[in-house]
């Protein structure tokens, strides 16, 4: 079992920055790829950004690239994903993911995940 926990949502004016936080644990957290999705009110459940195992390897939505970086310390068994650049249009609660079935080839992990987390919330004000 893969447990994920989120942290560092919150309440950002627009333009602003947040640095999410994922920790996990009941797995090797180095064997897994991470992924980021995102929930707005009344829509579809999105693809943000994702890593490979080593780290050094990323894919991104076209919607944040630029503006978000997703990255990853194995030893903490954390993933974060720093936001800069925030429109009110990134509102919505963030989910971290994982799925060992990406863990080489990142942009594989926008089909689909096995493990997630249960989400930590993102208001962008203008």
């Known amino acids: 079992q893969m447990q994920l926990v989120e942290s560092g949502g919150g309440l950002v004016q627009a333009g602003g920055s947040l640095r999410l936080s994922c920790t996990a644990s009941?797995?090797?957290?180095?064997?897994?790829?991470m992924g980021w999705w995102r929930q707005a009110p009344g829509k579809e459940r999105e693809f943000v950004a994702s890593i490979n195992t080593r780290g050094d390897d990323t894919f991104y939505s076209t919607s944040v690239k630029g503006r978000f970086i997703i990255s990853r310390e194995n030893a903490k068994k954390t993933a974060y994903l720093q936001m800069d650049g925030l429109k009110p249009e990134d509102t919505g609660a963030y989910y971290c993911?994982?799925?060992?079935?990406?863990?080489?080839?990142?942009?594989?992990?926008?089909?689909?995940?096995?493990?997630w987390g249960k989400g930590t919330l993102v208001t962008v004000a203008s």
């Open positions: 993911a994982a799925d060992i079935s990406c863990s080489t080839w990142p942009r594989d992990c926008r089909f689909g995940m096995d493990y």
């Open positions: 009941g797995r090797i957290f180095s064997e897994y790829g």
